[in-house]
């Protein structure tokens, strides 16, 4: 599984993002500017949902989309994380607004959200983390990670994959991370392992 993983002093998403280093993909500086709003401590929760585009010889696997949260003392004494598997999004809003996306040719692309049974745990840890940013002593992670599974037997020279969000500040999936390549995150001889074979009986 891959994450993007981001750190925050304060919530507020050109921050975060600007202290999210990664070595392949990128964030278009318009989705900056979209994202500034959005905090996952605060955001509408009933609104936010994750999109993932793979490449069609990829599926997700099962529970394979998460999202972290995660509040930690500075000085690493203390903290506090959760990891919430996302389920599969069919509403209607959700479908829709994934429709008027450009998604390259060669991809698919699912919309996910947060599992009701999880959102008062969500929501438990998003109090946790308020309450501790009024210390200024504490820093937190915001991250969205992926699973997949490869349809065939052909080990890819690239996996892009690209990351969206949609909030109750967006409105609509505003591209987070762009064409992150998952090959040059893990050793490409590992692949076979790393991305297995799907389970045909599932």
């Not at 997700?60 to 004494?77: A, C, F």
């Not at 501790?132 to 997949?148: A, I, N, P, Y």
């Not at 599974?149 to 409105?171: A, F, G, M, Q, W």
Request: one cysteine or more.
């Amino acid at each position: 599984m891959y994450r993007h993983v981001i750190n925050f002093t304060r919530l507020g998403i050109v921050g975060l993002i600007l202290a999210f280093l990664v070595a392949c993909g990128h964030t278009p500086v318009s989705s900056m500017v979209k994202l500034r709003n959005f905090d996952p401590t605060t955001t509408d929760v009933e609104k936010l949902s994750i999109a993932v585009a793979v490449p069609n010889q990829f599926k997700v696997s099962d529970n394979g989309v998460t999202m972290l949260l995660e509040i930690r003392k500075k000085d690493g004494s203390q903290g506090k994380r959760e990891t919430f598997a996302l389920t599969n999004s069919l509403q209607s809003d959700d479908q829709q607004k994934l429709r008027r996306l450009s998604v390259p040719e060669g991809r698919k692309i699912l919309a996910y959200r947060i599992h009701p049974q999880d959102v008062e745990r969500f929501n438990a840890i998003r109090r946790f983390s308020i309450e501790k940013k009024k210390t200024k002593q504490w820093d937190g992670s915001f991250g969205v990670g992926t699973q997949v599974c490869r349809i065939n037997d052909v080990l890819p020279e690239s996996i892009l994959i690209t990351t969206y969000i949609k909030s109750s500040e967006t409105k609509e999936y505003v591209p987070f991370i762009v064409d992150l390549d998952l090959a040059k995150q893990t050793d490409v001889g590992r692949v076979e392992t790393w991305a297995p074979l799907c389970d045909t009986k599932t």
